[in-house]
C-alpha cells in the first residue's frame, strides 16, 4: 500500500497596504512627528489663548507671565517662528527619509516585491507629507488669528503691517508652499546624496537661500511696481514721500526735469547739510522725488503667486526624487 503524499498548502502573502505603510511610517518616524507636533499645538493653544483674552478685554495692554514679555511682543515672536518652519521639515523631517534606509542599508529589505521603491516613497510623501503641511497650516492659523486681533484692538499704529516679510509669510496658503517645498527639497537631497548630515546641512542651507533670493529678487516685481512722484521741495520738505505705510515698498529717489533718476552716490550734493543739500539739489535740476510701490490690494495675489512659485518648485524635487530612487533601483 502506498502512502498518497500530500502537497504543502501555497501560502500567499497579501499586498502591503495602507494600513502597513502607516504603521511602519509611524514606527520609524513616531518619534520626530511628536517632537514636532506638540510643541507646535501647543504653541497654537497659547495664541488662540491670547485671542480670546485681547477679544474678551478689548485691547492689547497684556503680560504674560515671564519677565519683559508684553502681548505685543510675545506676539511678534510667534509670528517670527514660522520662518523655520518649512526649514525644520526640510532638515528633521524629509533629508533623513531616505538617506538614513541608504546608510543603514534597510531599504535592501524594505524594497522587496511585495513593496516597491516608488510605492513605499509614495506612501512616506502622503504618510508624513501631508501632516507636515497641516500641522504647519494649523499653526499658522492660529497666528493670523493672533494678528487679526492684535490690530484690531491696538492703540496706534498697528504692529503687524501685512507687507513686512513674517506677516507676509505667515498666512496658511504662503506656509504651506514652503512646508511642501522643504519637504520636496530634503527628500530630493536625501535621494541623491544618500548621506543624512549631509542631506541635512544642504536641505538647510538650499531652503533658506531660495526662500531669502524669492523674497528680495521676485516678490517685489512679481508684477510692475506703480510709482508716485511729488515735487521736490527745496528748504522746507526734502525727504522722500510716498504711498500709504501698508504698502511695500520697492525702490525710492530723485528724479530730475527729464524725469530720469539721479544716484545720489553720484550727486554733488552728497556731503552738504541738510539746508544746503536740498538747495543744492534743486539747483542741479532735481525737480521730483518717486517712491516705486506695490499697493495693498495687491497682497494677497501676491501670497498666491508665492504659493505658486514653491509649489511648482516642490512638484519638480518631487519628481526628481521619484526618478532617482527609480533609476537608482534598477541600476
Known amino acids: 500500500m502506498t502512502a498518497t503524499a500530500t502537497a504543502a498548502p501555497v501560502v500567499t502573502r497579501a499586498r502591503v497596504g495602507w494600513g502597513d505603510l502607516l504603521w511602519l511610517t509611524w514606527r520609524r518616524h513616531r518619534w520626530t512627528v511628536l517632537a514636532t507636533a506638540v510643541p507646535v499645538v501647543g504653541l497654537a493653544a497659547v495664541a488662540l ?43 528633521f523631517w524629509a533629508a533623513p527619509l531616505l538617506s538614513r534606509e541608504y546608510e543603514q542599508r534597510t531599504h535592501l529589505t524594505v524594497w522587496g516585491q511585495d513593496l516597491s521603491p516608488v510605492r513605499w516613497l509614495t506612501g512616506q510623501v502622503v504618510l508624513l507629507g501631508v501632516p507636515a503641511i497641516g500641522l504647519t497650516a494649523g499653526f499658522s492659523a492660529a497666528l493670523v488669528t493672533l494678528m487679526n486681533s492684535m490690530n484690531a484692538h491696538a492703540v496706534g499704529d498697528p504692529p503687524f503691517r501685512p507687507f513686512d516679510y513674517d506677516v507676509f509669510e505667515v498666512v496658511p496658503q504662503v506656509q504651506v508652499g514652503y512646508a511642501a517645498f522643504g519637504f520636496a527639497l ?4 536625501g535621494a541623491v546624496t544618500r548621506r543624512t548630515v549631509l542631506s541635512m546641512g544642504l536641505a538647510l542651507v538650499g531652503f533658506f537661500l531660495v526662500r531669502g533670493l524669492v523674497a528680495s529678487m521676485w516678490r ?21 514721500q510716498g504711498p500709504p505705510p501698508d504698502a511695500m515698498v520697492v525702490d525710492m529717489g530723485y528724479l530730475d526735469g527729464a524725469g530720469n533718476e539721479v544716484d545720489l552716490v553720484t550727486s554733488p550734493c552728497g556731503d552738504s547739510p541738510v539746508g544746503s543739500f536740498q538747495r543744492c539739489m534743486v539747483e542741479h535740476g532735481i525737480t521730483d522725488v518717486y517712491t ?14 508665492e504659493v505658486g512659485v514653491f509649489t511648482a518648485l516642490a512638484a519638480g524635487l518631487l519628481a526628481l526624487a521619484f526618478w532617482w530612487v527609480g533609476r537608482a533601483h534598477q541600476v
Open 49 to 91: 489663548v491670547m485671542t480670546w483674552h485681547v477679544e474678551a478685554s478689548g485691547h492689547v495692554r497684556h503680560e504674560l507671565p515671564l519677565p519683559g514679555y508684553t502681548y505685543t511682543g510675545a506676539s511678534e515672536a510667534l509670528t517670527f517662528l514660522p520662518t523655520f518652519g518649512g526649514a525644520l521639515i526640510a532638515v
Open 220 to 240: 517685489p516685481y512679481y508684477l510692475a511696481p506703480l510709482r508716485d512722484v511729488r515735487p521736490f521741495r527745496a528748504g522746507r520738505d526734502g525727504a522722500l
Open 292 to 305: 516705486d510701490y506695490q499697493p495693498l490690494d495687491r497682497l494677497v495675489p501676491f501670497q498666491l503667486i
Open 186 to 189: 530634503g527628500l530630493a537631497l
